[in-house]
């Protein structure tokens, strides 16, 4: 069993920073991907960056290319997405999960962290 807990969520001025970590417990394999998800009220969840576990492959969506960085540090069991530059559309509850490399169902979540941003 695996467990994810976000944290480092809160309230920023637009054009600040947060980093948001992801710590992992029990059994989590270099072969997974770790995703960030986020959900702003009243849309959709959406895709916002992954990255293998062992550290490789990072993918953004096109909404946080060049803002966002996503980066995995396994002796901590942590990956970590650094924002910068923030916006107010980049509001919402962020989620990690995790899924085995190859298939597209995510078997684990976190329960989220809030990050709101001023405008």
């Known amino acids: 069993q695996v467990q994810l807990v976000e944290s480092g969520g809160g309230l920023v001025q637009a054009g600040g920073s947060l980093r948001l970590s992801c710590a992992a417990s029990?059994?989590?394999?270099?072969?997974?991907?770790i995703s960030w998800f986020r959900q702003a009220p009243g849309k959709e969840r959406e895709f916002v960056a992954q990255?293998?576990?062992?550290?490789?492959?990072?993918y953004y969506a096109d909404s946080v290319k060049g803002r966002f960085t996503i980066s995995s540090d396994n002796a901590k069991n942590t990956v970590y997405l650094q924002m910068n530059s923030l916006k107010s559309e980049d509001t919402a509850v962020y989620y990690c999960a995790s899924r085995p490399v190859g298939t597209p169902q995510y078997n684990y979540w976190g329960q989220g962290t809030q990050v709101t941003v001023s405008s």
């Open positions: 029990g059994r989590l394999l270099s072969s997974y991907v």
């Open positions: 990255i293998m576990y062992s550290g490789g492959n990072p």
